[in-house]
């Protein structure tokens, strides 16, 4: 009988807005959740081009991990780009330059890609039909199905891109899939939403994974933060104070999908694409 040994590895996601970091070296592992997160905003400034400024955020945040993943003897670095990295002309040249720095070689996923990386995590633990909404700074990924998703689409606008250039979303979330069992949330804005809903202002991972944001609460704070300058809504966003500017944005993406899906809840998990990521690179997945 043959044994496999999965040592410590490091995984980070890059994404249009955040870059993550986490460790494990099974799923027993995904419990710690995020060892770090930093709001780098790859695609901020983009144009057809990652913009410099961008582009040196993310390198000073990626040394900032490698110094982490030194310090914990983390065995393999596996990272992932999102929607900023493979819209980039120069998104190839941007890898190549990491790949220089760090010996790390980077994979660019699709958005269907992102799209049943995300549910495979999301759905870690849930054996019913589910519908997963992941709102990411740059795109959106909707997938539907039972253990594994029967639809996955991806939507070119996120958080951060829809409050640097705002669009008339009935125009871009057309032809959703349809709505399986519970509608489940992953991504950066579910995930201040719930730190907000269950008064978090320090991340961990069990006082998060869980949360309810219900339709009729959503609508409230959506008028609440209308009327909050940039300072207030930085301490309403107490846990990750860096994502205010982008918070409305996030939440007119969530409540425009809870209204076409006419759903009165939405249950936040902790778990997503990189779990999804792990688990496909151990082959579990």
């Not at 995984?11 to 710690?32: H, P, R, V």
């Not at 579910?190 to 069990?206: D, F, P, S, W």
């Amino acid at each position: 009988m043959a044994f496999f040994i999965i040592m410590t590895q490091a995984f980070i996601d890059m994404g249009t807005n955040t870059i993550k970091l986490q460790f494990a070296s099974g799923e027993e592992d995904f419990s710690e959740g995020l060892a770090m997160s930093k709001a780098a905003r790859l695609g901020e400034g983009a144009d057809t081009n990652l913009h410099p400024d961008s582009m040196q955020r993310a390198m000073e945040a990626l040394e900032i991990y490698n110094e982490e993943i030194k310090r914990r003897g983390a065995d393999t670095v596996r990272l992932y780009a999102t929607a900023a990295t493979r819209e980039a002309e120069n998104g190839r040249d941007f890898l190549d330059r990491i790949a220089e720095r760090f010996g790390w070689q980077c994979q660019v996923l699709s958005g269907e890609e992102e799209a049943r990386l995300g549910f495979t995590g999301a759905g870690l633990g849930i054996s019913s039909k589910l519908t997963l909404v992941d709102i990411g700074g740059g795109s959106t990924e909707i997938s539907s199905g039972e253990r594994t998703p029967d639809v996955s689409k991806s939507f070119p606008v996120g958080a951060l891109k829809q409050t640097k250039e705002p669009r008339d979303l009935s125009k871009i979330f057309i032809d959703l899939p349809e709505k399986k069992g519970e509608l489940v949330g992953i991504g950066g804005t579910l995930r201040m939403l719930a730190a907000i809903r269950n008064g978090v202002t320090e991340y961990k991972r069990k006082d998060l994974h869980g949360a309810v944001i219900e339709r009729q609460w959503l609508r409230e704070l959506q008028e609440q933060v209308k009327t909050l300058s940039l300072e207030g809504k930085r301490e309403l966003c107490a846990m990750e104070p860096e994502r205010a500017d982008i918070l409305e944005a996030g939440i007119e993406i969530l409540s425009h999908l809870m209204d076409i899906y006419e759903a009165p809840r939405l249950t936040y998990s902790d778990y997503g694409m990189i779990e999804g990521f792990a688990l496909r690179s151990w082959g579990r997945a």
